[in-house]
Nanobody, 131 residues
Framework: QLQLVESGGGLVQPGDSLRLSCAAS????????IGWFRQAPGKGREGVSC????????YYAESVKGRFTISRDNAKNTLDLQMNSLKPEDSATYYC????????????????????????WGQGTLVTVSS
């Protein structure tokens, strides 16, 4: 069974950094476009970042550009998200996902539970940014 497992979430203060990791099993990450989306309580699904399998391009949401960095380790078959200068509005459950195209992962959807067009997704890891 294809599986993604996230780790690294936690409670941090504004301005702090956090690194999320996502481990894949039963498939190779570079077979898909791979990235992160997040869900905050009472809000829809928000795309965060993605690495394209088609051309290797990296995409970020405007809200995280310059603060978050996505990276993939092919040897370990893992995907990381380095999050710096965290803000309270970054608080959410973060999910890693694999899909044929980054547009599927980065889509902002009002229906937070939608997993439309995603091939694999993890169970999520909670990030809370609060003083």
């Amino acid at each position: 069974q294809l599986q993604l497992v996230e780790s690294g979430g936690g409670l941090v203060q504004p301005g702090d950094s956090l690194r999320l990791s996502c481990a894949a099993s039963e498939f190779t990450l570079d077979d898909y476009s791979i990235g992160w989306f997040r869900q905050a309580p009472g809000k829809g699904r928000e795309g965060v970042s993605c690495i394209s399998s088609q051309n290797g391009n990296v995409y970020y949401a405007e809200s995280v550009k310059g603060r978050f960095t996505i990276s993939r380790d092919n040897a370990k078959n893992t995907l990381d998200l380095q999050m710096n200068s965290l803000k309270p509005e970054d608080s959410a459950t973060y999910y890693c996902a694999a899909a044929d195209f980054c547009s599927y992962i980065l889509a902002d959807l009002a229906e937070s539970t939608s997993r439309k067009n995603l091939e694999v997704w993890g169970q999520g890891t909670l990030v809370t940014v609060s003083s």
